[in-house]
């Protein structure tokens, strides 16, 4: 795509983008007065404007019915969690079975982890990327050592090479085949949260399946943000995060995927709650557990109805948007942003920021990590203090997202016009 480093430029494509309008719909922080360029949303998403509605409809249910909301509140809070299958499922390529609206993301991790990481003497390695979350990395080190295991044997974190900032492909398949019957479980980020780079999850899948591994996918960064086809690749499970790119509020309810092949398998641990018994004998209450054979047998507790009701106003726009209309913006606009990086550079005559998510759109979602060269928590600082939000991470590294279901051209015009003023 052609691009221009003009507000005429900016406005023009904003004024094509079939998507424009659900930037109407979410809130903008305020700063000095006027809405932020956020460009943040891999970090906290943003508001949705139905959020507030939805979730005072719940407050105003119990205020009215007490207990009886479970069955007379205007979405029944006994079968509140149902209508998320539906609307989860084609974010992650899955079928209705296969997603729970469920927990929080580490605590999820750890729940699939019991079922999906069982190790032998023989097979108890687990493959990741390096500089992987932390929390991913504590989970996956205490579920080792939970298991008799040194996490320092068991847990095979995959880097860059020597001077490089992406993991290759080829690099992490040979990693796989060389672990081969040591190879337990792969589990790693979808997107990279640090350097946004895009595994080739399909292959990684592929390949780790046929030395018989386990593949799960911490899609937190991935959720909402690129296409993912779970199903299809024959992923076995993955877990994600709804206050990201999913718009759900801090800490909000998360999600879960287990693929169909694993639903009635008995032989498989899990750790069980109520919520995982069949929904026509739930209530009965009886001591013997009867799991569903879908991913809801790894339900838990029952739904957390305040946080959902934010995640259902988000997943809402989600699904009226449609992924495939949301990456294809994606593609644009963070090129766009790719390209007034590149233009600032130019013009300056020297790298004064190095681009170190990969340049491939195949390989990333919206999300472009900038190594600032001179200055980088200054520059930062300032670009908070102008209004436009980014995020930063030690020692030197601004990242942002431009998001396509609420950012627009405009916003990265002003991002690239506000830092190179602050250069
Ligand atoms: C954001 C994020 C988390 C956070 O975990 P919580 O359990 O939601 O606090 C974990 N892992 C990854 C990869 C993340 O991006």
Known sequence: MHYEFSEDFATSQDQYDSLSLYRNRFHFPLINGKKAVYLTGNSLGLQPDKAEQYILQELEDWKRYGVEGHFQAKNPWFSYHEPFAQLLAPLVGAKPSEVVAMGSLTNNLHVLMVSFYRPTQKRFKILSEQKAFPSDLYALDSQARFHGFDPAEAVVEIGPREGETIIRKEDILQKINELGDSLAMVMMGGVNFYSGQLFPLEEITTTAHKTGAIVGFDLAHAAGNVQVDLHDWGVDFAAWCSYKYLNSGPGSVAGIFVHEKHHADESLPR???????????????????????????????????????????????????????????????????????????????????QIITPADPAERGCQLSLVMKKNGKGVFDTLTKNGVLTDWREPDVIRIAPVPLYNSFRDVFDFYSTLKTIL
């Open 271 to 353: 750790f069980n709650g109520w919520w995982g018994n069949k929904a026509d004998s739930r209530f009965k209450m009886e001591r013997n557990f009867q799991p569903f054979h879908s991913a809801e047998a790894w339900q838990l507790s029952n739904a957390p109805v305040f946080s959902m009701a934010i995640h259902r106003a988000s997943l809402e726009i989600y699904n009226e948007a449609g992924m495939k209309a949301l990456t294809e913006k994606s593609q644009k606009l963070t090129g766009y942003a790719e390209a007034v990086i590149q233009k600032i550079n130019s013009d300056a005559g020297a790298e004064l920021i």
